[in-house]
């Protein structure tokens, strides 16, 4: 392998890092810096802190999180899949049905145990 095969592959990842990089150090230099008490202020809420920041959350709230990622991607999963049924043929759908099955167990396993419910 030489360097010639590799060239298109590090042309690319300097661009790409230089898109993304340049506008935030352009930002920094030519930006205003004009500080005072309110942008220095830890709070931009509108009212003053209670309690202690580093408050613990309550387990569902992770679990919800978590559960609302799975049936996120399952969607994206679908209309890709959905669009090229004709495509994939009867093993496709065979397979696409599989994978709602299983997570519609899981779902209806998390219904059960009373991870959906919020109190």
Do not use: H
């Not at 690319?12 to 352009?26: D, H, T, W």
């Amino acid at each position: 392998m030489t360097i010639e095969q590799y060239l298109p592959v590090l042309l690319f990842l300097l661009i790409g890092i230089s898109v993304g990089v340049m506008p935030q150090v352009i930002g920094y230099i030519l930006g205003p810096n004009r500080p005072d008490a309110a942008k220095n202020s830890p709070y931009e809420c509108g009212f003053e802190a209670f309690g202690d920041a580093r408050m613990k959350f309550d387990v569902r709230y992770y679990l919800i999180a978590i559960l609302f990622i799975l049936f996120d991607l399952e969607t994206a999963l679908l209309f890709p899949w959905a669009a090229t049924l004709k495509e994939l043929g009867l093993l496709g759908f065979f397979i696409g049905l599989e994978i709602v099955t299983i997570l519609t167990i899981g779902f209806v396993y998390m219904w059960i145990k009373g991870a959906l419910d919020w109190e």
